[in-house]
């Protein structure tokens, strides 16, 4: 399942890029035209998002996540206010720093949406199949509830440091996996997750690539150049 | 949902890296091949040739993209060999039709099929080439002014047009597309990117 995560994201970031160049290019002059300047007229509006929280369209869904995650549903009628994110049942403060993890009871690694997943089946009842039948929004869709629950807890991780341990022997192993297919070239364009996300300061577009590769900070708010779509 | 997923995925990969940096992970590449098989149950039977790697395409992913000499000369060798040139010899098409293609980046993706239009390059998504078009990325290096800064040479037309089909041919392992090897693009299509690149006409050179 997590290679299943790795893989959809190359889906969802391949040529990604070719769709959305028109209103980012309004927002920067026309005169701008070197590398640098490019570089910091996106900044700057980052930085305006920043300054000015509540023009952040991405805390609407934490507010969503927080009820869906304290509301009772499903066949079982409860909330997911006791599922176990790693540090105890229920505790949500940090949990995502630490994600993805061992999991002993259901005997494998789990990322944050994998685990919701798992607390929506085992304690509120939900079928499995019925969870993932159409896991995406469709473009300019709002994000799904799942998502919607993530943003919530990745939420209240923000500004820490991702900080999964991965050394029990089944993290170990699926690290080395995801090692592996971060660096396996494979399709018509030749592209591994590397390809894009191997160095830093680079940019598809005008879209900044993180390089994922290094540690980094937790901000769940962080809105794209372009859309008001959330993203990590 | 899909963002968040995103994250994670970043997540599982972040922490370790800088500590085994050194140490090759040791994972079966079987073992690899079948998780990336697993995670399109429902890939329709036409896409399954996408989860089969060539040989230059299983050296680059093993070797991290800095293959060992060896490994890189036989990539060489055996990319510059999947070269094919236009019957007419001539490598030099229409830079306009050249610059549609580098804005385009339909084709191939999992929502263009059944094909709608013809495939572009995308060169705008990693290259900088006209002034005009502000909206470029940095993963390759900037193309602006390239045909007159190499005085329009004759080698390096040739150059880029191998560039394009193949990019591996010069460069082992590179991040460009292998464009014509792969059978994105075609003669013609790759053609018009060489006006585009090299032809003194071309906003790139202006």
Request: hydrophobic content about 40%; glycine content about 8%; charged content about 25%.
């Amino acid at each position: 399942m997590r290679a299943r995560r790795v893989i959809l994201a190359l889906t969802c970031c391949v040529w990604a890029a070719t769709v959305q160049t028109a209103c980012a290019q309004e927002s920067i002059g026309q005169d701008n035209i070197g590398q640098d300047s490019t570089e910091k007229a996106i900044e700057k509006y980052r930085h305006m998002l920043s300054d000015d929280p509540w023009s952040n369209p991405g805390l609407l869904d934490v507010d969503r996540g927080e009820s869906l995650w304290k509301t009772p549903a499903g066949p079982n009628k409860v909330s997911l206010e006791t599922c176990d994110l790693g540090k105890g049942a229920g505790v949500v403060d940090g949990a995502f720093a630490e994600l993805p993890r061992y999991f002993a009871d259901a005997d494998r690694v789990m990322d944050l949406e994998t685990r919701l997943l798992w607390c929506m089946e085992k304690l509120q009842g939900f079928k499995h199949a019925d969870l993932i039948k159409n896991p995406y929004p469709r473009g300019g869709q709002p994000t799904k509830d799942l998502g919607a629950i993530a943003v919530y807890i990745a939420n209240k991780s923000s500004g820490m440091t991702f900080a999964a341990k991965l050394d029990k022997p089944k993290e170990k192993e699926a690290v080395a996996l995801g090692h592996a297919i971060f660096f396996r070239r494979q399709g018509p364009h030749d592209f591994a997750c590397a390809a894009c996300h191997g160095e830093s300061g680079k940019r598809i577009r005008l879209q900044g690539l993180p390089h994922l590769t290094k540690p980094a900070l937790i901000s769940s708010k962080a809105p794209r150049a372009e859309k008001s779509q959330l993203r990590g | 949902m899909r963002n968040l997923a995103l994250v994670t995925a970043a997540l599982v990969l972040v922490g370790p890296f800088a500590a085994r940096a050194a140490d090759k992970p040791a994972v079966d590449p079987a073992k690899v091949d079948a998780a990336v098989i697993a995670a399109f149950p429902t890939a329709p039977p036409e896409w399954h040739s996408r989860f089969v790697q060539d040989e230059t395409m299983k050296e680059c992913s093993l070797h991290e993209n800095s293959p060992p000499k060896a490994v890189a000369d036989a990539i060489q060798k055996r990319e510059r060999a999947r070269i094919e040139y236009p019957a007419d010899g001539k490598l030099v098409g229409d830079w306009k039709e050249g610059e549609k293609l580098a804005q385009s980046g339909y084709g191939l993706r999992f929502t263009d099929y059944p094909p709608r239009r013809v495939n572009g390059g995308n060169c705008y998504a990693c290259h900088q080439l006209t002034k005009a078009e502000v909206s470029y990325g940095t993963i390759g290096p900037s193309l602006l002014g390239y045909g007159k800064v190499r005085n329009f040479s004759e080698a390096d037309t040739k150059a880029v047009y191998e560039k394009i089909y193949d990019a591996q041919a010069a460069y082992p392992c590179s991040n460009m597309p292998r464009f014509g090897a792969n059978k994105v693009l075609t003669v013609d299509q790759i053609k018009d990117l060489v006006a585009l690149v090299m032809s003194p006409e071309s906003p790139v050179n202006k």
